[in-house]
């Protein structure tokens, strides 16, 4: 009996981290995900349309976690209503969420107020420290890193260069972007830029989801190009952006690579896939224990020159030499 005993007693401590690991393999983890304005609509599925959301969705695939199977991945948008923000970070806490992917600073900031204790990972948005959503970018604190858009605004004035360089005739230049962007450090390192450059600056200020009376105001004052600010507004509407570019024959640099995929003539940025997919890596060590107070903040580590020749082409432009030695990617 006694050597039962031991037996019995074997068996169960070898099966006991054995039921442990099959315990842990079979959790479901709950990661939501909060775009600005983007509809739902593109988010969802196994292969989302949205292309940012889909580069997140294969990140996390192959990193193991698989929508449906071992992690439940709640898709939320403002969908240009800002106001929204603290209620869908609200209702993503009361479900329990492990982890909230934010987009942006402002988004961040709202999610913060209403949640210290769950992680968040914000994704875009610049100085995280300065926007008060971490203490320091080595060392975060609290509930929330990420991975920064960009950190020093300068990266804008190089877009406006850009620009400038590659059609060095231009003079009147609509900045298309929020009123918020023209008169925070973004907009007076363009403006700067635009003095030393001989150019003509000026606002034509559209709000998340309307955008005729920015059009208007870039015909009223007779723009020969547009600047593209990196508002999430932009990469929702950025059809409408470069439909609208298009058809008034404007030389335009943005943010997002898909606009320049759409028809855009130029963009340059930090690599937004690249900072999707590094975020999937921090969701995966924040469900495996780790704390935001202790993953840095990530600044990007790719910048990209996309150039479309198909387009300027048809603005009849013959972009630079020096220009297009440097791009990363040229659209035929």
Not at 33 to 43: D, F, G, K, Q, R
Not at 93 to 105: A, E, H, Q, S, Y
Not at 227 to 232: E, G, L, W
Not at 288 to 317: C, H, R, S, Y
Request: charged residues 20%.
């Amino acid at each position: 009996m006694r050597r039962i005993g031991l037996a019995v007693v074997l068996v169960l401590s070898l099966l006991a981290p054995l039921a442990a690991a099959g315990q842990q393999a079979g959790r479901v983890h709950r990661v939501g995900v909060i775009l600005t304005t983007s509809p739902v609509a593109e988010m969802s599925g196994p292969e989302p349309v949205h292309p940012l959301m889909n580069t997140f969705v294969h990140a996390l695939r192959a990193l193991g976690y698989v929508d449906g199977q071992n992690l439940t991945l709640e898709r939320r948008s403002a969908e240009g209503r800002f106001e929204r923000f603290a209620g869908i970070v609200a209702e993503l806490v009361r479900l329990k969420t492990d982890v909230i992917v934010t987009v942006g600073i402002p988004m961040t900031q709202r999610a913060k107020e209403v949640t210290t204790t769950v992680p968040i990972v914000f994704v875009g948005g610049f100085d995280p420290v300065a926007n008060g959503i971490v203490q320091s970018l080595a060392r975060p604190g609290g509930n929330v890193t990420g991975f920064a858009f960009f950190i020093d605004p300068e990266i804008h004035a190089k877009r406006l260069q850009i620009l400038k360089e590659a059609v060095p005739n231009i003079s009147r230049v609509a900045f298309l972007g929020e009123k918020s962007e023209w008169e925070d450090s973004v907009g007076q390192r363009v403006k700067v830029a635009a003095q030393a450059l001989g150019v003509e600056l000026f606002l034509a200020e559209h709000t998340p989801t309307e955008y005729a009376e920015a059009f208007r105001i870039v015909i009223r004052q007779r723009a020969d190009a547009l600047f593209v600010t990196s508002a999430p507004s932009n990469y929702a509407n950025r059809r409408l952006v470069v439909d609208f570019a298009t058809r008034h024959r404007l030389p335009s640099i943005h943010a997002y690579r898909e606009s320049v995929e759409l028809g855009g003539l130029m963009e340059y940025a930090a690599d937004n896939h690249d900072l999707f997919r590094r975020a999937a890596g921090y969701i995966d060590k924040i469900l495996k224990g780790a704390k935001p107070a202790d993953l840095p903040v990530q600044q990007p580590t790719k910048f990209e020159l996309v150039i479309n020749l198909k387009t300027a082409k048809a603005l009849g432009l013959t972009i630079p030499q020096s220009i297009l030695l440097r791009a990363d990617q040229i659209i035929q």
